[in-house]
């Protein structure tokens, strides 16, 4: 079975200031992983992806994120975190290839509160 | 492009009582997929679908059915509804493919009383 844990349930950064949301996932063979964000009220949207290849990502918004296959992690940063990047943030793990392959799983969700 | 729509935006309805959500995209994903949110549990999968004619559960399917009789559209639907599927379900689409992004529609906010 796969699985995504995000470890802090909330995040609070001043605005200017480099910003972390830490994911760590568990899968049985190679993993892709994304990270999507949702505002109030609002369906997630799609931020970025690692499928394979250099490890750091890049995605929407000037956010970016690490892989560490040895760590499993997939840390989502951004350098100079905005008032506007306040909302919720999930992580997801899929594995690449057979039949868990449909299914995306999700983290229970990070709030990242910026302030200004 | 409208991308997904989902339908009702907001429902209450009574223990005992059956609907549908409905969910159509225009982007002619083969992959859809119905999630449930709840408050702290991030969101947890209920049923998908890889094509048309072709449905399979998720983590959560108790309590709900589906059908997949054309590429755009996949409703889910609550029969005997209970308080525990007090939620916010969210359809989504993607690609053929696992590397595919799924793209969300805006919720269906779901209240049983």
Known sequence: AQSVAQPEDQVNVAEGNPLTVKCTYSVSGNPYLFWYVQYPNRGLQFLLKYITGDNLVKGSYGFEAEFNKSQTSFHLKKPSALVSDSALYFCAVRLSSGAGSYQLTFGKGTKLSVIP | ?113
């Open chain 2, 1 to 113: 492009n409208a991308g997904v729509t989902q339908t009702p935006k907001f429902r209450i309805l009574k223990i005992g009582q059956s609907m549908t959500l409905q969910c159509t995209q225009d982007m002619n994903h083969n992959y859809m997929y119905w999630y449930r949110q709840d408050p702290g549990m991030g969101l947890k999968l209920i049923y998908y679908s890889v094509g048309a004619g072709i449905t399979d559960k998720g983590e959560v399917p108790n309590g709900y059915n589906v059908s997949r009789s054309t590429t755009e559209d996949f409703p889910l639907r609550l029969e005997l509804a209970a308080p525990s599927q007090t939620s916010v379900y969210f359809c989504a689409s993607s690609p053929t493919g696992s590397a595919g992004e799924l793209f969300f529609g805006e919720g269906s906010r779901l209240t049983v009383l």
